[in-house]
């Protein structure tokens, strides 16, 4: 079983910064593409960044120049730096992982608060 441990999330005040992390741990999995969405209250679920295996990454433009997603392929951990936080990044964050497990599925992670104050 593959499960996706986040850490990093918490309080910041305008303009700061956060780093978020997710670790994929289980037995005889492959990691394919790695993600980070987030949810805010009354709202959808909504991609953050996601990258490749080989490193592509795609952003949601009201995150573009100011996060950036890396991942570490020998850890099958996944990063989210996010600078020039403002209070509409404001969510809960979750880490997406697609695996193969060995058939190919969507796992999630638990989720990490990330609240920007004004």
């Known amino acids: 079983q593959v499960q996706l441990v986040e850490s990093g999330g918490g309080l910041v005040q305008l303009g700061g910064s956060l780093r978020l992390s997710c670790a994929a741990s289980?037995?005889?999995?492959?990691?394919?593409?790695m993600g980070w969405y987030h949810q805010a209250p009354g709202k959808q679920r909504e991609l953050v960044a996601t990258?490749?295996?080989?490193?592509?990454?795609n952003y949601a433009d009201s995150v573009k120049g100011r996060f950036t997603i890396s991942r570490d392929n020998a850890k099958n951990t996944v990063y989210l730096q996010m600078n020039s936080l403002k209070p509409e990044d404001t969510a809960v964050y979750y880490c997406n992982a697609r695996v193969a497990a060995p058939w190919v599925s969507d796992y999630w992670g638990q989720g990490t608060q990330v609240t920007v104050s004004s």
């Open positions: 990258i490749t295996v080989g490193g592509s990454t």
């Open positions: 289980g037995s005889g999995f492959s990691v394919y593409t």
